[in-house]
C-alpha cells in the first residue's frame, strides 16, 4: 500500500514539474533565426510605475514572464518605447519552435 506521505510528494514533484515547464524562459532571438516556429502573438512588457534610469531590462523581464505563460520558445522584440522619462514598454512577438 502507497503511502499518504508518498502520495503528497509526488504530487507536489509533479505540480512543481509543471509550473516549471509552463513558464519556461524563452530564447531571445533575431527575426532571422525564426524557422519552423509558430507564430503564437505580439506581447508587451512594462518596466512597472516608478522611477526607472534603467527601464529596459524590466519591461523585458515582464514580457519574458508573459511569453513563458504562452509557452514561447523564442522571444523577438521589435520596439521599445520610452513612457515619460523614467519608464517604458517592450513589445515582441513570441513563437514557438520547439
Known amino acids: 500500500m502507497i503511502s499518504n506521505t508518498f502520495r503528497i510528494a ?38 512597472g510605475y516608478g522611477k526607472h534610469l534603467e527601464w ?3 519591461a523585458k523581464v515582464n514580457a519574458i514572464r508573459k511569453a ?15 513612457i515619460g522619462g523614467w519608464n517604458g514598454e517592450a513589445e515582441a512577438r513570441v513563437y514557438t519552435c520547439r
Not at 15 to 38: D, G, H, M, R
Not at 70 to 80: E, K, M, P, Q, S
Open 68 to 82: 513563458g505563460a504562452l509557452r514561447a520558445t523564442d522571444i523577438v522584440y521589435t520596439n521599445f518605447r520610452t
Open 10 to 47: 509526488a504530487a507536489f514533484i509533479l505540480f512543481a514539474s509543471l509550473i516549471i515547464s509552463a513558464y519556461a524562459t524563452p530564447l531571445e532571438v533575431t527575426e532571422s533565426a525564426i524557422k519552423n516556429c509558430q507564430f503564437l502573438g505580439i506581447i508587451d512588457g512594462f518596466s
Open 56 to 58: 529596459k531590462p524590466l
